[in-house]
């Protein structure tokens, strides 16, 4: 599975943003994906994460209430919709997919990697 992720840039703090991620290679709906984020000099950590079904969706607490992750089987994309950018929310974001089912909060559990997307938040 080759993964392919778009939609970062540069927004002020208050803004919005959506992140898409089109993997290819593979029956998409076979894989639970997720997006994490790094901001430099720090782990690479969970945002968000949505089932292969795109009904069970699942968040790190720094992001619950603002970032929205969905899919769409039938375009093969995944996105992540991020509401109320706060500075602390720049990284490079990652989009990942994982043969579970069910997905996963864990870098561990996810099989395949995009090249990652930066997004920088301006105070």
């Known amino acids: 599975v080759q993964l392919q992720a778009s939609g970062g840039g540069l927004v002020q703090a208050g803004g919005s943003l959506r992140l898409s991620c089109a993997p290819s290679?593979?029956?998409?709906?076979?894989?639970?994906m997720g997006w994490f984020r790094q901001a430099p000099g720090k782990e690479r950590d969970f945002a968000a994460g949505?089932?292969?079904?795109?009904?069970?969706?699942f968040y790190a607490d720094s992001v619950k209430g603002r970032f929205t992750i969905s899919r769409d089987n039938a375009k093969n994309t995944v996105y992540l919709q991020m509401n109320s950018l706060k500075p602390e929310d720049a990284a490079v974001y990652y989009c990942?997919?994982?043969?579970?089912?069910?997905?996963?909060?864990?870098?561990?559990?996810?099989?395949?990697w995009g090249q990652g997307t930066l997004v920088t938040v301006s105070s």
């Open positions: 290679g593979r029956t998409f709906s076979d894989y639970s």
């Open positions: 949505i089932d292969w079904s795109g009904y069970s969706t």
């Open positions: 990942a997919a994982s043969r579970l089912a069910s997905g996963s909060y864990y870098r561990r559990d996810y099989d395949y």
